[in-house]
């Protein structure tokens, strides 16, 4: 699977990991279709994006920026945080133009390098992830 999701119910939050090769075309089908049934069958307070275990990320600079101009995946912008986990400098720095272009609708978007950077922006110590299961994963 190229993405799976894990949920903390304790601190009610969403963790998606990508792994292997991230495409332009995985990346839009996650924004269009996977993320939004995973997000929307869920009661959660904050969420973490993970690239951490990539194996590639070609993804250009005009995908990033159409997906920033669309709806955001989870529309709510009352949760607390919504964080991307971006530890290699180029998807760092593609998940920061996301973070610039999208900030009208993703107010409460923090780009990092570390899922610890990540669970300090949460408050989350020691999170308990379960596995959802393939929940909104299509492709492989």
Known sequence: MPYSFHFDAANRIVLIQFTGSVTDELLTEFHHEGGRRAFASLEFTGSITDFSNISSFEVTPETIRTLAWEEPIDPESWRRSRVIVAPEPHVFGLYRIFASHGADTRP??????????????????????ESMGELGATMS
Request: net charge positive; proline share 5%.
């Open 108 to 129: 409460n978007l923090h780009v990092v390098r570390s899922l610890e950077h990540a669970y300090a922006i949460l408050s989350v110590v020691n999170p308990k992830f």
